[in-house]
T-cell receptor, first 115, second 113 residues
Framework: AQSVTQLDSQVPVFEEAPVELRCNYS??????LFWYVQYPNQGLQLLLK??????LVKGINGFEAEFNKSQTSFHLRKPSVHISDTAEYFC?????????????FGQGTILTVHP | DAGVTQSPTHLIKTRGQHVTLRCSPI?????VSWYQQVLGQGPQFIFQ???????GRGNFPDRFSARQFPNYSSELNVNALLLGDSALYLC????????????FGEGSWLTVV
């Protein structure tokens, strides 16, 4: 079984400032890692995913995340945020090697970007 | 191309009633899964279907059931609705194969009164 912990429920930040959203996971098996974003009253959109290879993953909208196996973390970063980045962000994992991806999500982090 | 489409987008039901939610996957996607997202929480896995067979089930009571049709669309059924079933129900589709991106629809908002 897997579990995901997002360490901050809310992160306020000013426009053009850097931001880091933290995610730790626990699993007895190897996993794939994902970050999704959810804008108000919408479904989930994939930002980026880590399957293998380089531990630094770049995604859409200028976001990137780094996989740290020893710390079982997958933190999401953006060097300069915009007002339009205001949304809820979810970290998720799925068991490596399975053909039918079941995602286990964290509780979410609400990012609020202030002008 | 159309994304994952769900219907209805919003609905209100009374305790004890039954509800059916519908989902059409992205063209070419044969795997469909359902998630429940209660306000303020992350989505919780309910079911996954592939080629009309259930491939996974989350920790939900038997009041929840689903099926997948030959055209890969899917229905989620919930019987004997409880107030706690009020949530956003998300459908997702993907190609089969490890690590494939799972695409989500915009969800069906269910309110039980």
């Amino acid at each position: 079984a897997q579990s995901v912990t997002q360490l901050d429920s809310q992160v306020p930040v000013f426009e053009e400032a850097p931001v880091e959203l933290r995610c730790n996971y626990s699993s007895s098996v190897s996993v794939y890692l994902f970050w999704y974003v959810q804008y108000p009253n919408q479904g989930l959109q994939l930002l980026l995913k880590y399957l293998s290879g380089s531990t630094l993953v770049k995604g859409i909208n200028g976001f990137e995340a780094e996989f740290n196996k020893s710390q079982t973390s997958f933190h999401l970063r953006k060097p300069s945020v915009h007002i339009s980045d205001t949304a809820e962000y979810f970290c998720a994992v799925s068991e490596r090697g399975t053909s039918y991806g079941k995602l286990t999500f964290g509780q979410g982090t609400i990012l609020t970007v202030h002008p | 191309d159309a994304g994952v489409t769900q219907s209805p987008t919003h609905l209100i039901k009374t305790r004890g009633q039954h509800v059916t939610l519908r989902c059409s996957p992205i063209s070419g996607h044969k795997s469909v899964s359902w998630y429940q997202q209660v306000l303020g929480q992350g989505p919780q896995f309910i079911f996954q279907y592939y080629e009309k067979e259930e491939r996974g089930r989350g920790n939900f009571p038997d009041r929840f059931s689903a099926r997948q049709f030959p055209n890969y669309s899917s229905e989620l059924n919930v019987n004997a609705l409880l107030l706690g079933d009020s949530a956003l129900y998300l459908c997702a589709s993907s190609l089969t194969g490890a690590g494939n991106t799972i695409y989500f629809g915009e969800g069906s908002w269910l309110t039980v009164v």
